[in-house]
């Protein structure tokens, strides 16, 4: 009996699909956009499926209907990168029947909605929801770790706890 070797493009989506659906939380970074974004998301129909743009909703920079996106997908449980893979942007036509079934998916995954049930409603008015869908390439690993300096703010570090205030919090109080 001999096996066949398996596709890596079989293999690539496998991976892409499970580790995107278990993830909540992935960072996109569109074509033109100048950093990754922290989204979250829904896995619908073999694409993540993202709602913003509108008031009190999560901004979508950069990601414009047939443009590209850049996903990395994070761990759950340690929220260190995973892996990353290139999207193909789709923009969903409210009404249409592919824009009801992904709403349905975001509505049960939105958490603190002001508007509850009337939600759907808003996003259709006011907000874009996207399908990222994958290209089948996953991308390599990056060279080094990728952190950035931090902004300049005027916003400092701790100081020093003063001598005195040990003593006077780990003192212990005399009954009465």
């Given at each position: 009996?001999t096996?066949?070797?398996?596709?890596?493009?079989?293999l690539?989506?496998a991976?892409v699909?499970?580790?995107?659906?278990?993830?909540g939380?992935?960072w996109?970074?569109g074509?033109?956009?100048?950093?990754?974004r922290?989204?979250?998301?829904?896995?619908?129909?073999g694409?993540?499926?993202v709602?913003?743009?509108?008031?009190g909703?999560?901004?979508?920079?950069g990601?414009?209907?047939?443009?590209?996106?850049?996903?990395?997908?994070?761990?759950k449980?340690?929220g260190g990168?995973?892996?990353s893979w290139?999207?193909?942007v789709?923009a969903l036509?409210?009404?249409s029947?592919?824009w009801?079934?992904?709403?349905?998916?975001?509505?049960?995954?939105r958490?603190?909605?002001?508007?509850?049930?009337a939600?759907?409603?808003r996003?259709?008015?006011?907000c874009?929801?996207?399908?990222?869908?994958?290209?089948?390439?996953?991308?390599?690993p990056?060279?080094?770790?990728?952190a950035?300096?931090p902004v300049p703010?005027?916003?400092?570090t701790?100081?020093?706890?003063p001598?005195g205030?040990?003593k006077?919090l780990?003192?212990?109080r005399?009954?009465?």
């Open positions: 009996m096996s066949e070797p398996l596709d890596p493009a079989l690539d989506q991976l699909e499970e580790a995107t659906k278990k993830s939380l992935v996109v970074r074509a033109g956009a100048p950093a990754a922290a989204l979250w998301h829904v896995w619908h129909e694409a993540a499926c709602v913003g743009d509108g008031p909703e999560q901004p979508l920079t990601l414009e209907d047939g443009g590209s996106a850049e996903v990395t997908v994070r761990s449980d340690k990168r995973l892996l290139t999207a193909r789709v036509t409210p009404g029947p592919a009801e079934a992904a709403v349905a998916e975001l509505k049960g995954k958490l603190n909605a002001h508007d509850g049930e939600m759907p409603g996003w259709a008015r006011e874009r929801v996207l399908r990222l869908e994958p290209t089948g390439r996953v991308l390599p990056p060279d080094g770790d990728l950035a300096r703010s005027p916003a400092t701790r100081r020093a706890m001598a205030l040990p006077l780990l003192r212990k005399r009954p009465r």
